[in-house]
């Protein structure tokens, strides 16, 4: 038998808890001395501790830890409640890394936007090109790869050498989440046979392009169009037109994203 303190000392519980224990029934001592009082608890009772402590740090509360002791709970059905914990923690720790990851964004937004004035940006007059143009609506923004793949494919294979530039063309009016109007585009200097999905058009003419070029992840373009924006706001512009994008560098080239190179493209018009 063991007095509370060196009781205390092989389970790593304070006299002070172990006092609470028994006041609420959860771990009574084995026996009491009538005379002093003191309480004595047995080798036997430390499982029970150890799995008071294990319940405790997987969250469970006194009073619950109390009725599940109190059902003679085996290994069986301990190994059971800790597998649901750990899935329950695991679910929570997913949320928090995705709360985490947005706090992070919001910091690296932040920062941008400080930055913006940084972004140079130009008007240009583009010129009109005959492409070979394959427009589809793609569930998100990054499957547009497959795109570019299909368009590169249809062009090896009918042996017709790509001419810079080539262009994204996002034809929404405004930002989408989803289901997105995309074209892909890549000039040619001859005719081809076309298909259901790939054609031959001529890409008009702007006579007034703003042109910024953003470095860095794909995702971190929005600093690009903010600052953008802010320009157009400035200068008295407003847009004109389906927003282009040239990925001069990318995934294909640069393993690193904060190498990525993409210059937007916007038609602009004065604001009258």
Known sequence: M??????????????????????????KPKSIDDFTGYRFYSVD???RVNRIRILRE???????????????LDSEQLLSLLMNRKREISEVIEYEKEKL?????MIKF????DSNMKYDIIIKNIPTYKVLS????????????KLWEEIQTFAGKNNINGIAPCYAIYHDVGYKDSDIDV???MCVNKNIVETDRIKLRELEDVPEMAIIFHQGAFEEMGSA?????????????????PTRAIYHKGPWCEKDPSNYLTEIQSPVVKKK
Do not use: C
């Open 2 to 27: 063991f007095k509370i303190g060196d009781f205390s000392r092989f389970t790593r519980v304070s006299i002070r808890m172990l006092r609470h224990y028994d006041e609420i029934g959860i771990l």
């Open 45 to 47: 009772q430390i499982p």
């Open 58 to 72: 997987m969250g469970f509360s006194l009073i619950e830890i109390n009725g599940l002791m109190g059902s003679d």
């Open 101 to 105: 990851l947005k706090v992070e964004n």
């Open 110 to 113: 932040i920062d941008k936007e």
């Open 134 to 145: 394959l427009r589809a609506i793609i569930p998100a923004y990054n499957e547009e790869g």
């Open 183 to 185: 074209e892909v585009t």
């Open 225 to 241: 169009y903010h600052a953008l924006g802010v320009w157009m706001s400035s200068n008295g512009y407003e847009m004109n037109g």
